[in-house]
C-alpha cells in the first residue's frame, strides 16, 4: 500500500509477541521443579541486547532488558511523519499485558503521545487493556493529550460496551475512580468481498481485511487485520480466506507480521507448519512472525527458519523471514 505524498511511515515497534496469557506462564514457574525451558528462559536478562534505548533524561533508570522469550500479548506501535513532519504514533490492540508493556518500551523508546488505537478483535489479549489509558488523559501533572481515538468495529465496540460500561458512559460509573478520556470510531466491518478503507486522523489510509481467528457456533469467527502504508498486521488468525491472499499480494507492501503460535496448527491460531507456507504464499519480502506461545522457543525458531525443510521455499520466493520479539524495531 503506498503511503500518501503526506505520510512517511517511519518504523514499527514490537510492544508484544506473545499468547494471552503473556510468556513466562506463571504457573510454569511455581510447580515443582519447573521444567518448561521458555518460561524459564523468560525470567533471564537479556545478554547482548539489539534495543538500544533512545530515552533522553538520566533521571529515569533504564529499564531492565530480558531474554527474547519474554513476551506479552501481541501489540505494537506504527509510527509515521505526518506532512508537517511530526511523528505520530499509532498503538494496534490494547491488551491485558499494554501497561506493563508500555512501562517498558515507552519508556524505553521515549514515546509520549498515543495519537490513535486500532483494535483487531474484542478478546482479552486485545482490548483488556484500555482502562489504562486512563494515565495518558488524566495525570496530576496535566494530561499528555486530552483524549485518545479508537478505531474499531462494531462487534468490538459492543463487547467494550459491556466490559467498560464506563468508559463509554461516564454517568455509568460507581465509586469515583478515574475515567479514560476515549473517543470511539466505528469503522465498516470488512467482508471476504468488501474492505472499506478508512482513515485514522483524517490523515492515515487503512484498509481493513477480515481472517479466520476460531469459530463462534458453526461460523469462523473474525478478527480484523489491516493493511497500513507499506505494513500488512495479521496478528490473530487460523485461516486466512483466499480473497485476502489476493487483496495482500496486490497492496505490495513489503514488510508483513504474521500470526505464529508455535509448530502445529491451533483451533484460533496457525503454527508454523501454516504460517511459513502462507507467508511463501503471500509472497511479502519481509515477514515477521509473532505471538509465539511456551512451545516456541526464540532462538529453536530462528533455526527452523534457516533450515532447509521450512526455510528453503521462503528463500526461493525472496522471502525473508525473522522471529520477532518484544521491543524488535523494525524499519518501514
Ligand atoms: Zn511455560
Ligand atoms: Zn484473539
Redesign the pocket.
Known sequence: MTAPAAITPIEFIFLGTGP?NAIPDVTCLTRPNPSCKVCLLATQPAERDSRPPRRSDPRVAEVQMWNKNRRGNTSGIYRYRDATGTIKNILIDCGKTFYASAVQWFVHYNIQQIDAVILT?D?A??VMGLDDLRSWTLHRDGPVQSTIPIYLNQSTYTVISSIFPYIINASKATGGGHIPSLTFHIFDTPTLTTFPPFLINATLPVTPFPVE?GRKGSDPYY?TAFLLPHLTYIS?TNHIPAPVFELVRRSENRVLVLDCLREKDFA?HQGYESAIPCAEALGVPRVYFMGFNHECEHGEFEKVLESEEWGKGLREKGVKAEVAFDGLVIQL
Open positions: 494471552s478483535h478478546h489479549d486485545a481467528h478478527c490473530d484460533s
